[in-house]
């Protein structure tokens, strides 16, 4: 998928846990996991929203387009 989840790198950064985040956003553990390890078919904006706002980033900072060759 041309479409890289880079969430780890996101909480890496900021120091923070991915159940720390959880718990922030309002999501379990479990989808938090599929939403980082991209598979994931689809993020609410909602939560994209909610992600953004905890971690205090930008949408293109958690998602990056790659094209593929």
Known sequence: MPININLDVVL?????KSNELAEKV????????????GKAKAVRFS??????????????????????P
């Open 26 to 37: 309002g999501i379990t553990t479990a989808n938090l996991s599929i939403l980082k390890t």
């Open 47 to 68: 939560t994209l929203e909610a992600i953004c706002e905890a971690l205090e980033c930008q949408p293109g900072d958690i998602l990056e387009y790659r094209k593929q």
């Open 12 to 16: 890496a950064q900021k120091g923070m």
